[in-house]
């Protein structure tokens, strides 16, 4: 590679960096927030920030004055056409191809119908039927998810927007759906299991109710969501009181199928966001740095980083982990870098190919603090700690 391919332009940095901060913050950032993530001067801040509102790629919100990924900015994304193809590509890859443990579907909104777009039938004599090119009832859950993308205040859609994930429960059959989001907030589709009634056990639904959420998750990140926070939104309401994770509850959080954010600290003293996928060992945590990632060089000036992880639905579990990032070889990563990358990729996108593009680069995070906190309510006396 030439030196002059090296050049960077520190004004298309810094317009990237604005637009990644912000694409991994669905409610917004203020400007204040957004002065921390853009390096350079307050004035380059703000005439960026123009710029970009002038020609729609960013809005602000003019009752809080926060700023978000505009319209011109989606509208760099393929057309809806190319877009449905890549999400049924996405749902006919979930669990390697193979038959799921209930038929689940895929359902979309067009105009006042929720057609099917596809089904993985489950390999049961009996079972649930969902023909491509059907239309879902307006009650069905699928149907509930999408309609509570609309912002209505009806209490029922107000739960699922909280839940992440609506029900629906008939003689037949138990339904629940969770929504796909190609910004990580906004439905453009539903998935769907659909269990038959007499093995629909009040002590498996969870366990559904888990496997819908973790592969629309999957099927959002396959489809360009950086972070999956259906909806934008947590409840408003005090989930309390707030209390401390014990170590298992802490573990069973790192091993879910949830991404990170890693904040690092710049040559100047800024900090820097960055979502990632990771892997959990049981003592540290594994990242893949990409090609042209600006936080390798970061944490080569400055190794100590702090991670977060969110839950975004009740109970608001948290996880915060303090540590160093440690640069590892590929012959000293288990199973190789590339095997990482694709462990990650089956983790978060339901398959594992990857593209063997050269560049990439491993690193363990080995924690020296990690606490797990659950709730947002007050908290109990007696378990706070120092962070």
């Known amino acids: 590679m030439s030196d002059k391919s090296r050049i960077k332009m520190p004004g298309a940095v810094r317009a990237l960096d604005l637009l990644e901060a912000l694409a991994a913050e669905p409610d917004g950032l203020s400007p204040a927030e957004l002065s921390s993530v853009v390096s350079g001067a307050r004035s380059t801040l703000y005439t960026l920030i123009n710029t970009l509102r002038e020609r729609d790629y960013i809005v602000q919100d003019d009752s809080r004055g926060r700023y978000r990924i505009g319209p011109a900015t989606w509208g760099l994304v393929p057309d809806q056409t190319d877009m449905t193809a890549a999400l049924v590509e996405a749902f006919e ?176 003293g800024t900090p820097h966001l960055v979502p990632l996928w990771y892997e959990w060992d049981g003592s540290s945590l594994w990242v893949t740095a990409t090609p042209g990632a600006s936080w390798k060089g970061y944490v080569s000036s400055n190794d100590m980083v702090s991670l977060t992880l969110d839950e975004p639905w009740p109970p608001l579990r948290r996880v915060f982990v303090r540590g160093r990032a440690v640069p590892v070889e590929d012959g000293d990563v288990p199973g190789g870098l590339l095997g990482l990358r694709q462990r990650l990729a089956h983790r978060y996108l339901g398959s594992s190919d990857v593209d063997p593009e050269e560049g990439w680069r491993a690193y363990r995070i080995d924690p020296f603090h990690i606490h797990g906190v659950e709730g947002l309510g007050n908290s109990v006396p007696g378990q706070e700690r120092a962070g």
Do not use: K
Not at 107 to 113: E, H, K, L, P, S
Not at 172 to 181: K, R, S, T, Y
Not at 183 to 207: F, K, N, S, V, W
């Open 93 to 268: 890859q979930l669990h390697d191809g193979g038959p799921p443990p209930e038929t689940m579907a895929l359902v979309t909104r067009a105009g006042d119908g929720f057609p099917v777009l596809a089904e993985n039938p489950a390999d049961h004599v009996v079972r649930s039927v969902y023909p491509p090119g059907s239309a879902h009832l307006p009650a069905g859950a699928a149907a509930t998810v999408l309609r509570a993308g609309g912002g209505s205040d009806a209490d029922h859609l107000r739960e699922v927007r909280t839940e992440g994930y609506a029900s629906r429960s008939t003689s037949d059959v138990v339904e629940i759906a969770a929504p796909v989001c190609a910004d990580g907030r906004q439905p453009i589709a539903a998935l769907m299991i659909g269990i038959p009634r007499h093995r629909a056990e009040d002590t498996t639904i969870p366990d559904f109710v888990s496997l819908i959420r973790s592969d629309a998750a999957r099927l959002s990140h396959r489809l360009g969501a950086r972070v999956y926070n259906p909806y934008g939104q947590a409840t408003s309401q005090p989930l309390g009181p707030r209390r401390l994770l014990d170590e298992s509850e802490v573990s069973e959080l790192l091993e879910g199928e949830w991404g990170i954010q890693l904040a690092c600290v710049r040559e100047d």
